[in-house]
């Protein structure tokens, strides 16, 4: 059973064709992200499966009710704007503090509540972002770049708190990415983009296919190398909930 | 039932005093600009309000030529200028270059039909600069009408907007209609343009958006908090202005301004002062 699902997706904007005939899926629990180079229309595809870009082919089919809780690239919070913390996750309208307070912890930003999010160091200001999509409890998460302007160790620790996030809520999850090691790690299923959908599957999958390695060049040994060394080590965690992908 | 006619009988005199019509509408549109111009100030629209504003002459020109309301016409071209630029932007030029073009233009042209309508001797400076003390009883009635219709769309509409004025696409995917939500700002926008002409003129309407904003800015912590002091400094620039037109004869609008842009400098040197405590 899906929980949203694109069938024959364009979307053409300014008389420029961004996406093509892109299918793709999320079940429920899976993992899911889209590769591909800048300009790709990664982030196009991101925004009309959540409904903020109208496609001009297809159809967005979504499960009735369907929660979905979206982690853009980024804020437009600057000094122009003052803002806690505490208020921008009282902005997914849940104005319960001591839910805010549950959630800050799980994310780890427990501390920084009365902060400004102007304040917060790039991976606090990732995490706030992500606490703020978890409070509604979504059954779907939509992260745009999550780690854009993160280093190596924050990088790691904050996709180890998104797998950790969606055993939690058991939700899928569906992201754009361009850490490619990260992804062959933790994605059950690997859309890979340009424009339309060169191939998909599971990493190790997308990983061989020409398609791919044409894009990502020599790119992709690095990565392929890292994502079986981390499967040697972490062969419990590599396969969870990779029975329903594919 | 006695004390609403005690109130009435008391409010009627009060409205007999054009000082008091002056210090309510006043009153009226700081409260409604000091919301309203913290969404000015967070998505950077501060030309645009320009332009709008600058469209207004050109309204004062087509009501006085075409014998309507100057609140008619005001609203009409304001809201007409800012489609303008909202369907402009994006194409061909940078969004400041477009800005100061229809700005300036709209601003010219306004003036220069003005003086080709027959019979009639503007008093053109009342326009430019405001003239707060001739605000008449249906003014205020429109005015505070038209301040009141803002506050109310603003209150129930508060979170979409600042969701939508932080992140788009977080709107959209929470729902909310992104485009509705622009342009239902741009008519608040242009809604405020044509009831504060009168008080403040086209040159300084953007200044009451953006300076109440901008003083409470360093001394907020929070979106609302930010919108509330912005409204207190709003209607104390206004009772300044006034008081200060009304004792030594300056004129209304540029008073209240300058009050406002006081209250601007102390608010940042205090903070200023404090940062550099903490240090």
């Known amino acids: 059973m899906s929980l949203i699902q694109a069938q024959g997706l364009g979307v053409r904007t300014g008389g420029k064709q961004i996406l093509r005939d892109v299918d793709l899926s999320v079940r429920k629990r899976e993992i899911v992200t889209v590769v591909g180079p800048n300009g790709s229309g990664k982030t196009t595809l991101l925004r009309a499966l959540i409904g903020a870009q109208t496609p001009s082919e297809g159809v967005v089919i979504r499960e009735a009710g369907l929660r979905v809780g979206y982690v853009p690239q980024r804020l437009a919070i600057d000094q122009a704007m003052p803002l806690t913390v505490a208020r921008w996750l009282a902005l997914s309208g849940i104005k319960n503090s001591q839910q805010h307070l549950q959630i800050a912890e799980q994310v780890g930003i427990s501390g920084l509540l009365k902060q400004q999010m102007s304040s917060l160091s790039g991976g606090e200001f990732q995490r706030a972002l992500l606490a703020e999509a978890l409070l509604m409890r979504p059954d779907l998460l939509v992260l745009d770049e999550p780690t854009q302007g993160l280093d190596q160790p924050g990088m790691a620790s904050f996709y180890n708190l998104i797998e950790g996030v969606r055993e939690d809520l058991d939700c899928a999850v569906l992201m754009v990415s361009h850490d490619l090691h990260v992804v062959m790690r933790s994605s059950d299923h690997v859309i890979c983009l340009n424009g339309h959908v060169c191939c998909q599957g599971t990493p190790t999958l997308v990983s061989n296919a020409p398609e791919y390695q044409a894009l990502f060049g020599f790119d992709t040994e690095g990565a392929l190398a890292l994502y079986r060394h981390e499967h040697d080590h972490r062969h419990d965690h590599a396969q969870q909930g990779g029975s329903d992908a594919g | ?279």
């Open chain 2, 1 to 279: 039932m006695i004390i609403v006619m005690i109130m009435r009988s008391r409010a009627e005199v009060m409205l007999d005093d054009f000082l008091w019509r002056a210090a309510l509408a006043g009153v009226a549109v700081a409260l409604a600009s000091g919301p309203l111009g913290c969404f000015v100030v967070w998505r950077r629209m501060a030309y645009f309000g320009d332009a709008t504003a600058h469209a207004a002459i050109l309204g004062v020109a087509l009501s006085l030529g075409f014998s309507i309301s100057v609140f008619i016409g005001v609203l009409l071209a304001a809201l007409a200028m800012a489609f303008l630029i909202l369907s402009l932007s994006g194409r061909m030029f940078a969004i400041d270059t477009l800005l100061g073009v229809v700005s300036h233009g709209a601003l010219a042209l306004g003036l220069v039909a003005v003086t080709f309508i027959p019979g009639v001797r503007v008093d053109l400076a009342a326009y430019l600069f405001g003239d707060i003390l001739a605000v008449g009883r249906l003014d205020l009635l429109i005015i505070g009408a038209g301040c009141l219709a803002i506050l109310v769309v603003l209150w129930f509409r508060w979170e979409r907007l600042l969701l939508f004025t932080l992140n788009a696409d977080l709107a959209a995917a929470r729902g909310v209609d992104t485009r509705r939500e622009n342009m239902i700002l741009t008519i608040m926008l242009a809604v405020l343009v044509a009831v504060a002409i009168k008080i403040l003129g086209a040159l300084l309407i953007t200044a009451m958006l953006i300076i109440p904003a901008a003083a409470a800015r360093p001394i907020s912590r929070t979106p609302e908090l930010m919108a509330g002091i912005a409204v207190a400094a709003g209607v104390a620039a206004v009772a300044a202005g006034l008081s200060g037109s009304f004792y030594w004869d300056m004129p209304t609008g540029p008073s209240i301004v300058t009050a406002a842009t006081l209250l601007f400098v102390v608010a940042s040197l205090f903070t200023l002062s404090r940062t550099k405590v903490l240090r």
